[in-house]
């Protein structure tokens, strides 16, 4: 049988890791990491990293940093689907937004170059309380953010994982455009309070306006790239727009999305919000 070379873009990201672990698997199946720390480096600001990632591989799981909303991104993606399928990439999987119409474009792209292509729409992932910039106001024990009210359907980075790996390998999915929710819909202070009920802590929530939630941030020193970005998804993506859920997850896996519930509880017992309250 042949085997399926597969670069895995991120794959030290919260979904390419994932992805790469459930690769490691499967039988004739060859991963390569693409990032900056990789033997054979991936840089998306370094065009000239992209043939030697690209060599011989026959599927690439895509995912763009920091996020196919800024504005160069649909040339970025034309650039490199151009290349990749020059060098011989047969299928292309992308790790799409959910209800922005930047990255729409970008799925376009994907699907004009592409041989065979996957778009995995997935809404806000589980893991941003656990992994990414909810951590630290989590431990501290003081969440403060805007768009408190709106539902979102948060989603488990290792339900998109499995989706993305399914995808990458069963030509079932060719030509497929999955929307990825989760199976409840809740608001982040209702995220945060589920949280709390877990692991037993007090977790104060404070709503915010966006202006405030911003300005907050450049108190912090955030840097005015990842500001704009933070900007675009809660003034974009966060209005409602995606208050619905889809049954993707089940379509392509065979069983429900999993719960946020159960993503705490899990969660809860790596110890990684132990340190609540006790940051200042």
């Given at each position: 049988?042949?085997?399926?070379?597969?670069?895995?873009?991120?794959?030290?990201?919260?979904?390419?890791?994932?992805?790469?672990?459930?690769?490691?698997?499967?039988?004739?199946?060859?991963?390569?990491?693409?990032?900056?720390?990789?033997?054979?480096?991936?840089?998306?600001?370094?065009?000239?990293?992209?043939?030697?990632?690209?060599?011989?591989?026959?599927?690439?799981?895509?995912?763009?940093?920091?996020?196919?909303?800024?504005?160069?991104?649909?040339?970025?993606?034309q650039k490199f689907t151009l290349?990749?399928?020059?060098?011989?990439?047969?299928?292309?999987?992308?790790?799409?937004?959910?209800?922005?119409?930047?990255?729409?474009?970008?799925?376009?792209?994907?699907?004009?170059?592409?041989?065979?292509?996957?778009?995995v729409r997935a809404s806000w992932?589980?893991?941003?309380?656990?992994?990414?910039?909810?951590?630290?106001?989590?431990?501290?024990?003081?969440?403060?953010?805007?768009?408190?009210?709106?539902?979102?359907?948060?989603?488990?980075?290792?339900?998109?994982?499995?989706?993305?790996?399914?995808?990458?390998?069963?030509?079932?999915?060719?030509?497929?455009?999955?929307?990825?929710?989760?199976?409840?819909?809740?608001?982040?202070?209702?995220?945060?309070?589920?949280?709390?009920?877990?692991?037993?802590?007090?977790?104060?929530?404070?709503?915010?306006?966006?202006?405030?939630?911003?300005?907050?941030?450049?108190?912090?020193?955030?840097?005015?790239?990842?500001?704009?970005?933070?900007?675009?998804?809660?003034?974009?993506?966060?209005?409602?727009?995606?208050?619905?859920?889809?049954?993707?997850?089940?379509?392509?896996?065979?069983?429900?999305?999993?719960?946020?519930?159960?993503?705490?509880?899990?969660?809860?017992?790596?110890?990684?919000?132990?340190?609540?309250?006790?940051?200042?």
């Open positions: 049988m042949k085997t399926n070379n597969i670069l895995v873009i991120g794959g030290n990201g919260k979904t390419g890791r994932r992805v790469a672990a459930l690769l490691a698997k499967k039988e004739n199946v060859k991963i390569s990491i693409g990032s900056r720390t990789a033997e054979i480096p991936f840089d998306w600001e370094n065009p000239e990293t992209w043939s030697l990632a690209l060599k011989d591989k026959n599927s690439v799981y895509i995912t763009f940093y920091p996020d196919l909303a800024i504005p160069s991104a649909p040339e970025t993606i290349l990749a399928t020059k060098l011989g990439v047969e299928k292309m999987v992308l790790l799409s937004g959910r209800g922005e119409k930047e990255a729409q474009v970008c799925e376009e792209i994907v699907k004009a170059t592409a041989q065979k292509w996957t778009i992932f589980d893991q941003n309380f656990s992994e990414s910039f909810f951590l630290e106001p989590i431990l501290a024990g003081f969440v403060a953010l805007p768009r408190a009210d709106v539902l979102e359907p948060f989603i488990d980075a290792d339900d998109i994982a499995e989706v993305v790996t399914e995808a990458l390998l069963n030509e079932k999915h060719n030509g497929q455009t999955y929307e990825l929710t989760g199976p409840r819909l809740l608001t982040f202070k209702s995220a945060i309070a589920e949280i709390a009920k877990i692991t037993e802590k007090e977790i104060i929530f404070q709503s915010l306006e966006l202006d405030e939630y911003l300005n907050m941030l450049r108190e912090y020193q955030t840097p005015e790239d990842e500001i704009w970005l933070i900007n675009y998804l809660f003034e974009e993506v966060l209005d409602g727009r995606n208050s619905s859920i889809t049954n993707d997850v089940e379509k392509v896996l065979g069983r429900k999305a999993t719960d946020f519930s159960v993503y705490v509880e899990n969660t809860a017992k790596t110890g990684v919000w132990n340190e609540i309250n006790q940051l200042s």
